[in-house]
């Protein structure tokens, strides 16, 4: 059963029933949904459908096509075609003796499609702007998890494919109460709490959702998917990047170097880190790493990109480095035992923040300022002789001239503000005020795992959000 998804199936039909030709791209990390959802929301309708098959001779890939042409209606030829623009030519044969009112085309995995001097992707042009976009019948719906050749090869396409595609899904991972509800379809004893510690380890993505066994906890579940030796997703993260990007090795780098630092690095300390050159090869691969959803970047709200921060938010890749890559011999307690040590208590305070950056619209809804204009940004400033070093990762600038300083803390038993807190959240306060209109009024937000413990400390805090509501649609 389908969960979730509504606005990508909406636009979906929007282009099905479209009366022009329209070209489709869906795209997004590796089992993320992708080719579940153009399934499930076309079943049988399709006119003809191929999936890429992965490290096979440009030839033998032809022979798949062929072969798949010969299953949905095309008369057998002599032998397959020997070029991608003969087997295009093929398939305008299925297209044409469809009887069809609308001629649904699935091409899935499409990177895999274009190997190497088989040119492939000057085939795929050829027959989308000579032939199938003057019809006003066919949807052509590409998709495929090697991310980096999507936006590369389609999206920023300098030829014939330049701003052709009609409609772009980005698929973005399921939000908290969309896994909520995926637990109660598929009838996983999940609570609240248990779905949030499940998020801080696989984020939303749906397949990691599908391997939990409903008759383990969530923290089982956890130790045998991912840290125990023969885990079904133990070596997941190798296949990820080795799935999305075609040469992941300097990708893995970069990663490497920002899994170090819970507060991000400039362009200039990932270079030193990653020993990477600093050149257009970095910056394509920084804007693959943000566009894929890994990383996000950001600056000063006087946008000056020369400061500018970069981040590793993925949940399962932050994950990874602090605990995965590091498990050996594990034995049948190893996550639970983990849980008793400061190791697993920063990794949670640094996981619960990822999981806030990732629902800012229900924070918002929380709030009670949905309907204001505003944006989400994060500030730092280095110590200097006036005022300390500054890092504040989650700022709400609203239209209404209010700026909400939000401060994440995961606490399953209840947090607790100190003194030492309470002092840090002023000091912070302070010194952004120093860097903003001096119309801005700077409001503290304390956003926690299961609320606070109230003391003289944080009855100066007016304003809070729970884990709770970050469940909201």
């Given amino acids: 059963m389908l969960v979730g998804r509504k606005e990508e199936i909406e636009q979906l039909k929007r282009a099905y029933n479209s009366e022009y ?5 869906v795209y997004g990390r590796r089992r993320i949904g992708k080719t579940f959802l ?24 032809l022979e798949e096509f062929y072969k798949d042409m010969i299953q949905q209606g095309l008369a057998v030829q002599n032998q397959s075609p020997k070029t991608w623009f003969k087997a295009f030519r093929l398939l305008e044969e299925i297209i044409t003796a469809s009887k069809q009112k609308r001629k649904i085309i699935f091409l899935d995995e499409l990177p895999w499609m274009d190997s190497p001097n088989s040119k492939f992707v000057a085939a795929f042009e050829h027959f989308w702007n000579g032939w199938a976009s003057a019809r006003k019948d066919i949807l052509l719906i590409i998709c495929g998890s090697a991310t980096s050749w999507i936006i590369n090869k389609i999206f920023r396409n300098k030829g014939g494919l330049y701003n052709r595609v009609t409609y ?34 696989m984020g939303g993505v749906p397949y990691y959702w599908t391997k939990l066994d409903a008759t383990k906890s969530m923290t089982q579940n956890i130790n045998d998917l991912f840290l125990k030796e023969n885990g079904a997703l133990r070596d997941e ?11 992941p090795e300097k990708y893995l780098k970069v990663l ?83 849980m008793r040590t400061p190791t697993y ?15 800012s619209r229900q924070i918002k809804a929380a709030l009670g300022i949905s309907g204001i204009m505003a944006n989400i940004f994060s500030w730092h400033i280095k110590a200097n002789e006036t005022n300390p070093g500054v890092q504040i990762d989650f700022l709400i600038d609203r239209s209404d001239n209010v700026i909400n300083l939000c401060e994440m803390k995961y606490a399953p038993n209840g947090y607790i503000m100190t003194a030492a807190a309470l002092n840090n959240i002023n000091t912070k306060v302070a010194v952004l005020q120093q860097h903003v209109s001096a119309r801005k009024f700077i409001s503290p937000v304390l956003i926690t795992s299961n609320g606070i413990i109230r003391n003289k400390y944080s009855e100066a805090i007016q304003q809070s959000v729970t884990a709770e509501q970050l469940f909201l649609l």
């Fill in 21 to 25: 030709s329209e070209f489709v791209a």
């Fill in 168 to 201: 772009r899904l980005k698929l973005q991972q399921f939000s908290l109460a969309e896994c909520e509800e995926f637990c109660k379809v598929h009838r996983l004893p999940q609570n609240r709490n248990m779905i949030l510690e499940g998020y801080m380890v």
């Fill in 256 to 338: 490497e170097a920002l899994a170090g630092k819970k507060s991000g690095l400039t362009r200039e300390e990932i270079i030193k880190k990653s020993k990477l050159d600093n050149n257009g090869q970095l910056s394509r691969i920084i804007e693959d790493l943000i566009e894929c959803g890994f990383i996000r970047k950001y600056c000063h709200t006087n946008k000056i990109l020369r400061d500018a921060i970069y981040q590793l938010i993925d949940c399962y890749t932050l994950f990874y480095y602090q605990f995965i890559q590091k498990a050996y011999n594990t034995d049948d307690e190893y996550w639970i035992k983990l």
């Fill in 237 to 247: 993260f190798n296949f990820i990047y080795a799935s999305v990007f075609n040469r």
């Fill in 38 to 61: 153009i399934r499930e929301t076309f079943r049988d309708q399709f006119t003809f459908q191929y999936t890429g098959v992965s490290d096979i001779s440009n030839q033998e890939q």
């Fill in 345 to 359: 208590n920063t990794w949670c305070g640094l996981a619960f923040e990822r999981v806030c950056l990732l629902h």
